[in-house]
């Protein structure tokens, strides 16, 4: 089963930038999509073979998320069912038969880290438990932009952006926790080096020169391992400031 994550950074501005044609030569199962900034009936996208689903937030052209199937899902769930974290549309879940799926689109911190408490104490916490409850009835597979480098090799400065959003001790430590959770980073049991990343600023030739964050990732219950057949990042499609990540089920 081929999966596929990408923050779009707004959907319509992605569609005009060739998105249409990426998931068309895709061949992906599924797309999990973040920032898609619409509501359902903002955007013309028919995809043949694919189902849309949406979790869009209340605020007009902000955060959202969906996902483009081509299996029918037994069910799909918006939000982490706490009215307080689920205006933005964050979070939205699919159920196959034997995994769920989840795709998120965690809080930034902000530039003054004026949202840090609000993610570490609420969020992190928060979509941590929710994933670990549905572990109990069955793997999950969760996936998107995490807005977090976890280690220095996951951004190409690491020592000038020491506490700065998405790498501040706090959000590295909500990372680990996941982790000691017995989620699995399915990159990195593929790929052990340096130089790979999944958003680039929009200044100038940063995108060239390769000046990257990883924030994008892909995460599953410690049971799926055996069925790891591979992880990438797609660094190469244009479309966003973000590029598509890949995860292989087998």
């Known amino acids: 089963m081929k999966l596929i994550s990408w923050n779009v950074n707004g959907l319509r501005a992605c569609i005009k930038k060739g998105f249409l044609d990426f998931v068309a030569r895709s061949e992906a199962d599924v797309i999990c999509l973040q920032e898609v900034r619409a509501l359902p009936d903002q955007v013309e996208i028919d995809i043949p073979g694919y189902t849309m689903h949406w ?19 037994r069910a ?16 939205l ?24 408490e609000y993610r570490e104490k609420q969020w992190d916490a928060q979509f941590l438990k ?31 952006n ?18 000691a959770a017995g989620f699995i980073d399915t990159f990195r049991e593929f790929e052990t080096g340096g130089g790979h990343y999944t958003w680039w600023s929009n200044r100038p030739g ?7 964050w ?24 244009l479309g966003s400031d973000h590029c598509p990540i890949t995860l292989d089920l087998g």
Not at 94 to 107: G, I
């Open 55 to 73: 979790n869009p937030a209340l605020k007009r052209g902000y955060s959202g998320t969906a996902m483009l199937t081509r299996q029918v899902p």
């Open 206 to 212: 940063v995108r060239e020169r390769n000046v990257g």
């Open 76 to 91: 799909v769930y918006p939000g982490l069912g706490l009215a307080e974290l689920d205006t933005e549309g964050r979070v």
């Open 93 to 116: 879940t699919a159920e196959f038969d034997d995994f769920f799926l989840v795709t998120v689109y965690t809080p930034n911190a902000q530039r003054e880290l004026t949202r840090l």
């Open 130 to 160: 929710f994933t670990r409850r549905l572990e109990k009835k069955k793997p999950v597979v969760f996936c998107g932009d995490l807005n977090v480098s976890h280690k220095e090799i996951d951004l190409a400065n690491p020592r000038s």
């Open 214 to 237: 990883r924030l994008d990732y892909f995460l599953i219950s410690g049971v799926l391992r055996p069925r790891l057949a591979g992880a990438g990042i797609l660094a190469d499609v």
């Open 162 to 179: 020491r506490g700065n959003a998405g790498f501040t001790d706090e959000e590295r430590a909500g990372f680990d926790r996941i982790l």
